[in-house]
């Protein structure tokens, strides 16, 4: 099994930590320890934590809240994972044989698909396309281009929704033209539901729960959240399904932290979920305006307004890789951006703006110096 070099990550791991001015991250500001448990007695209980092995697909607590999130689900169609990654992960160990064909929407976070090639599958692209103008434009996926693309040797068929790193949400008819076309080859639908509770616009994103008897969410506390650190993810999927992944589970990481478990309990409590994802869909809300009049001000930028998570996937015209002038960005501005090819889609920049609006204020001033000293657009 060879694993290809996983561009983004890599790239982030180098710098996110070393630049002065991070606006790579997709998810919103972090949450404090002590912000999320935010009583004495829950504070009590996190020092009282024994720090032995957790039940290892996940307490039956977490499990059961996590259900919650799910019409119709028990806590044995949830797996826990150390992250989204990891849920990622376990499905593609899982379900990816040699010879197998995976169709894998693009842009996207592109885990699934190194993984896919690395266990002997062919990727097919399924391309999102900009569609329409103005206030009408968004991003789209036809339904007629997926049918071409799926047939007998598809094992699955991958999303992200809300997609990163467009921001775009598919809408209910789509995830069910996705199901209706996965069902006439028995193929998975696996969808990556991470920025899901991170809304711009309405406060709900359709789901792929529910749809289809071969329909799979991959999720976590990372993005709509705002409790990367915790490194809790899940999947949630037909319960001999999840079965099998507690197999695998056995042989990546075992369990999830313990403490990472407690603290997942609280999150994930209902009156406090609920406070939770109203904070970052508050940030979200309140930021993009802020990109939005500076995009309206730069040259040779263009975007389509993201539906929802603190990401904006912008348009440029320099003729250069977006690797390469983000590189450039960083040497000569000491800001941080994920360039689009290492999302699948080059002559795009993924910027993100869930920090402090005076901190992103300063780093698109950065960026918008450096623009106007590059390529066509220097002056």
């Not at 037909?238 to 990472?260: C, E, F, K, Q, S």
């Not at 001000?297 to 904006?312: K, N």
């Not at 920090?355 to 657009?377: C, K, M, Q, R, W």
């Amino acid at each position: 099994m060879q694993l290809e070099t996983f561009a983004l990550e890599r790239f982030q791991s180098m710098w996110e930590n070393r630049v002065a001015w991070n606006v790579s991250e997709s998810g919103v500001h972090p949450l404090r320890v002590s912000e999320l448990a935010d009583t004495p007695a829950l504070r009590d209980a996190l020092l009282e934590q024994e720090l032995g092995y957790p039940q290892t697909n996940g307490t039956a607590e977490l499990r059961d809240l996590i259900a919650a999130i799910y019409p119709g689900a028990t806590r044995d169609c949830i797996q826990v994972t150390n992250g989204g990654s990891e849920a990622n992960c376990v499905l593609m160990l899982r379900l990816i044989e040699p010879g197998d064909e995976i169709v894998f929407l693009e842009p996207n976070y592109l885990q699934a698909s190194g993984l896919a090639r690395a266990l002997g599958a062919t990727v097919r692209t399924w391309r999102m396309r900009e569609t329409g103008a103005g206030a009408n434009a968004r991003w789209n996926a036809d339904l007629d281009e997926l049918e071409a693309l799926v047939g007998r040797k598809t094992r699955a068929i991958l999303l992200c929704n809300p997609n990163n790193p467009t921001g775009a949400r598919l809408d209910p008819a789509l995830l069910d033209g996705v199901c209706r076309i996965a069902g006439r080859v028995g193929a998975w639908v696996i969808d990556d539901e991470i920025y899901r509770g991170a809304e711009r616009e309405a406060d709900d994103t359709a789901t792929i729960w529910g749809r289809y008897d071969r329909a799979i969410v991959s999720s976590g506390l990372s993005k709509a959240y705002g409790l990367p650190g915790l490194r809790i993810g899940w999947v949630a999927g037909p319960a001999p399904l999840v079965a099998d992944l507690w197999a695998v589970h056995d042989y990546t990481t075992i369990a999830p932290g313990g403490i990472n478990d407690r603290l997942a309990r609280i999150a994930l409590e209902p009156a406090r979920r609920e406070t939770l994802l109203a904070r970052t869909r508050g940030i979200v809300r309140a930021n993009y305006p802020l990109v939005r009049r500076w995009l309206e001000r730069q040259d040779g930028l263009s975007h389509i307004a993201p539906e929802a998570g603190a990401i904006v996937f912008v348009k440029h015209q320099h003729p250069v890789r977006s690797s390469v002038l983000a590189e450039r960005l960083r040497e000569e501005r000491g800001v941080l951006v994920v360039p689009g090819d290492y999302c699948g889609m080059d002559g795009y920049l993924r910027l993100g703006f869930g920090s402090d609006p005076a901190y992103l204020a300063s780093a698109l001033t950065l960026i918008g110096e450096f623009l106007d000293t590059v390529g066509v657009h220097a002056r």
